[in-house]
């Protein structure tokens, strides 16, 4: 059994910052990538950002300059710091893991974070 859990959400006034972190738990043998996706009401989820375990990262164009993808190997974490937070950041950030459980490489996803911008 593999969890994600996801914390560091809230409310930010545009212009603001706001650090997300996401803990793996469970059977890992190894994880390969650790991103976070968003969603917006009424939107499809997104990618925001990807770290592989080589720490190569990948941003979408919209966080580019804004948000720092990281990750803690040895702890089995990432962490997304936001900064210069806009109203259109507002969404539901999920956390999601591509890992080898022991049995087989799988996709596990957190159960989401609401981060909220102010304008």
């Known amino acids: 059994q593999v969890q994600l859990a996801e914390s560091g959400g809230g409310v930010a006034q545009a212009g603001g910052s706001l650090r997300l972190s996401c803990a793996a738990s469970?059977?890992?043998?190894?994880?390969?990538?650790m991103s976070w996706y968003r969603q917006a009401p009424g939107q499809q989820r997104e990618l925001v950002a990807l770290i592989r375990s080589s720490s190569n990262t990948n941003y979408a164009d919209f966080v580019k300059g804004r948000f720092t993808i990281s990750r803690d190997n040895a702890k089995n974490t990432v962490s997304l710091q936001m900064n210069s937070l806009k109203p259109e950041d507002t969404a539901v950030y999920f956390c999601k893991a591509e890992l080898d459980n022991g049995k087989y490489v799988g996709q596990y996803w957190g159960q989401g974070t609401l981060v909220t911008v102010s304008s």
């Open positions: 469970g059977s890992i043998i190894s994880i390969n990538s």
